[in-house]
C-alpha cells in the first residue's frame, strides 16, 4: 500500500517525504537524523512514517489481472 499523504492525527503532508526517508536509511543513515533533517519533530507524523509497510509487491503477486 502507498503511504497516506497526510498524518492521520494532525494533517501534516508527510507522503511526499516518504521516498527520501526510505532512500536515506537503506543507504544506512540513523532514521532519527533522517526526520529531523525532513522536519519531522512531531510523534504523530514520525510514527507514520516509521510504521509503513511497503506491500504493494506482495500484494501484486496475487492479483489475476485484468478481468474482462
Not at 536509511?25 to 509503513?52: A, W
Amino acid at each position: 500500500m502507498h503511504i497516506a499523504i497526510r498524518c492521520f492525527t494532525c494533517g501534516k503532508l508527510i507522503g511526499n517525504l516518504w521516498e527520501d526517508f526510505d532512500k536515506r536509511t537503506k543507504k544506512g543513515e540513523n532514521p532519527e537524523k533522517v526526520l529531523d533533517d525532513l522536519g519531522l519533530t512531531r510523534y504523530c507524523c514520525r510514527r507514520m512514517i516509521i510504521s509503513h509497510v511497503n506491500v504493494i509487491d506482495d500484494i501484486k503477486k496475487y492479483s489475476k489481472g485484468a478481468v474482462g
